[in-house]
């Protein structure tokens, strides 16, 4: 039912001169640990990047690595190239940078979208929405083109245009660290300390 995808490219996708998904905690990278969870509950797990070469000889050959059709839009290049080839009929985005999502909070957020009026269900955290960790459909592609064309490649203008569920309660044992993102090198030592005082477990 689930197509997992990692969004893994542009300028920012560095910290300390390493991408974000190859960053270590402890002795696996995000990205180990993003395939890992990932692969829980997807049908397909796709990567979408600007330099397959750099993820290929680190993904088993099940993984699909593809590249944006739309250069140079951001984020927006790679939803549109993950809507568009997605097999599933859910698409779960994760950002390069979040060593720490959920496939029982994916899991959660599809069996409440329920209703085929949605685009999409989306976390909100302490009131702020979270589309890198949310589930969209096939049918926010059409709004995402749409912005496209128009040159507006912003996330709050996509929140407005699609119709999506806010998830915002949220079962006990779902840790709402889940949307935490690797951002600065002071976001990757929180990270690392989680990871190192067990308050986290990539194993899990």
Do not use: C
């Not at 920012?12 to 002795?27: A, H, V």
């Not at 568009?84 to 957020?109: C, H, N, Q, R, V």
């Not at 490649?153 to 949220?170: E, G, Q, V, Y």
Request: glycine content about 8%.
């Amino acid at each position: 039912m689930i197509t997992g995808v990692i969004l893994a490219g542009g300028k920012k996708d560095f910290i300390n001169g390493t991408r974000k998904s190859f960053l270590q905690l402890n002795d696996r990278t995000v990205l180990d640990y993003q395939l890992k969870e990932l692969g829980k509950v997807s049908r397909e797990v796709m990567i979408v990047t600007d330099d397959p070469r750099a993820f290929l000889p680190n993904v088993p050959p099940t993984v699909r690595i593809i590249t944006d059709f739309y250069k140079n839009i951001g984020v927006f290049g790679g939803m549109h190239a993950a809507f568009s080839l997605a097999k599933a009929p859910y698409i779960w985005l994760a950002g390069s940078g979040m060593p720490f999502i959920s496939s029982s909070a994916a899991e959660y957020m599809v069996n409440q979208l329920g209703s085929e009026r949605y685009e999409g269900a989306i976390p909100v955290i302490d009131g702020n929405p979270y589309p890198l960790h949310g589930i969209y459909t096939q049918k926010a592609l059409l709004s995402l083109n749409q912005l496209i064309k128009k040159g507006d490649f912003s996330m709050a203008s996509f929140l407005k245009k699609i119709t999506w569920l806010p998830i915002r309660d949220w079962p006990e044992d779902i840790s709402k660290k889940f949307v935490f993102s690797i951002q600065t090198k002071a976001d990757y030592e929180t990270a690392k300390s989680e990871i190192s005082t067990n308050k986290i477990s990539l194993l899990g």
